[in-house]
């Protein structure tokens, strides 16, 4: 993997931060693999078991279906250790920051990561328990000195989803852009089948996936 500047991403140990099951599918799938892919160790540290979701909920408890789905969706996607915790889905941000880089701090430590990813700024969507997620990502990488990775999209992709959809997301122009990633979405889309609860009626992702193609943006929120 490189940059638009044509630099090697250097780093070996990844740990990708999440607010909820399926967002290191749906989102970060294909970057976990390309990652993978390049040699680099992946580790997941997912806030919240998602059981606010409004979907998947005739399945029983929410919050133990989707505890199972992240863990298969993980081991589709090649990652090394997933560590999921049981903060309330929807009230991140209500949650103390400090406490929760304090939780980042703690993962990063065991998988002697030397990279954090998450979701860029504005959460993607606009969720706030996303943005409460990169804030922690954020904070404990201050904290340690470390980077920190976003996966971002082309505003070029957000428009058509605004228009089609009137979809919150928060695109990038390609000059905010650090990365620019070929990617192959086959195991990101077997993970993404791993969530049935969430992935069965859901027009805005499929569309999403399809504009995107097979290229991944990300951008530096703290470069090395």
């Not at 328990?129 to 990502?137: F, G, L, N, R």
């Not at 990365?179 to 992935?199: G, L, P, T």
């Amino acid at each position: 993997m490189r940059d638009v500047r044509g630099a090697v991403f250097e780093y070996r140990s990844v740990l990708a931060v999440c607010a909820h099951p399926d967002d290191e599918s749906f989102g970060l799938g294909a970057v976990l693999t390309a990652l993978a892919a390049d040699g680099v160790e992946t580790r997941l540290l997912c806030f919240t078991h998602g059981e606010a979701s409004t979907l998947g909920v005739a399945g029983g408890d929410l919050a133990a279906v989707r505890a199972a789905e992240l863990a298969a969706a993980g081991a589709v996607l090649g990652v090394r250790s997933v560590r999921l915790l049981s903060h309330s889905d929807g009230q991140l941000a209500q949650a103390q920051l400090d406490d929760l880089s304090h939780e980042v701090d703690e993962s990063i430590v065991a998988g002697a990561v030397d990279c954090l990813l998450v979701f860029d700024e504005g959460g993607i969507t606009g969720h706030a328990d996303h943005e409460q997620a990169t804030a922690a990502a954020l904070a404990s990488a201050r904290r340690r000195d470390l980077p920190v990775l976003a996966w971002a999209l082309a505003d070029s992709v957000t428009s058509v989803l605004h228009d089609e959809f009137d979809a919150p997301f928060v695109g990038r122009p390609t000059s905010a852009i650090d990365f620019v990633v070929d990617v192959d979405r086959e195991r990101q889309h077997r993970a993404i089948a791993c969530h049935a609860s969430q992935s069965s009626d859901n027009p805005v992702l499929r569309r999403r996936l399809a504009l995107q193609g097979d290229v991944e943006t990300l951008r530096w929120l703290r470069a090395g």
